[in-house]
């Protein structure tokens, strides 16, 4: 069965600070997905990694995989108070028609 | 372009009653999944369907039954409702190309059981 990690799982930082977010998962998969969900609302797709050692930026997020080592990694640079919210990795399980399992979410605050 | 539609929104049931929630996917997405998530909880996927077939199931309660129709749209039937049941449920569309393809969640139906 096929697991995801994400830590941490509450992270509060100051604005203009940068922080990185983890995620681990547990079996082969080269298709990673880092979302974003503020409170009650959708999922909104941020990132899609399709290979080993694909980086992706867009604004002040930046993600990587590292298939061999079944990581990926959300980097936040000089963070602002916009980007609080709930983040979710997921993780699409090849053999399983392409369902996504989720990681437990990183739970964002940005504080003035 | 049009995003994923859900329908309805909100839905307030009691105990032991029957809801259908409906997905609409984006135009020309053939593959169509369901995802429950608790309060405070992640996304666990519940079923998927790839041109009206279902492809894969997860943790569907057997209470819960869905479907894609020939318009490729979905609805997931649940039966005998409980507590529990009350989540946010999403849908979700892709298209399958080149076996690369990212699913787009549509806004949700916020169920709560009574």
């Known amino acids: 069965e096929l697991k995801v990690e994400q830590n941490p799982l509450f992270l509060s930082m100051q604005e203009g600070k940068n922080y990185t977010i983890y995620c681990n998962y547990s079996t082969t998969s080269d298709r990673l997905y880092w979302y974003r969900q503020d409170p009650g609302k959708s999922l909104e797709s941020l990132f899609v990694?399709?290979?080993?050692?694909a980086v992706k930026q867009e604004g002040r997020l930046m993600a990587s995989l590292d298939t061999k080592a079944r990581l990926s990694t959300l980097h936040i640079t000089a963070a602002v108070h916009d980007l609080s919210a709930t983040y979710f990795c997921a993780v699409e399980e090849e053999t399983s028609g392409s369902r996504l399992t989720f990681g437990e979410g990183t739970q964002l605050t940005v504080n003035p | 372009a049009a995003g994923v539609i859900q329908s309805p929104r909100h839905l307030i049931k009691e105990k032991r009653e029957t809801a259908t929630l409906k997905c609409y996917p984006i135009s020309r997405h053939d593959t169509v999944y369901w995802y429950q998530q608790g309060p405070g909880q992640d996304p666990q996927f519940l079923i998927s369907f790839y041109e009206k077939m279902q492809s894969d199931k997860g943790s569907i309660p057997d209470r819960f039954s869905a479907q894609q129709f020939s318009d490729y749209h979905s609805e997931l039937n649940m039966s005998s409702l409980e507590l529990g049941d009350s989540a946010l449920y999403f849908c979700?569309?892709?298209?399958?190309?080149?076996?690369?393809?990212?699913?787009?969640f549509g806004p949700g139906t916020r169920l709560l059981v009574l």
């Open positions: 990694l399709l290979s080993n050692g």
């Open positions: 979700a569309s892709s298209r399958q190309v080149a076996g690369k393809e990212t699913q787009y």
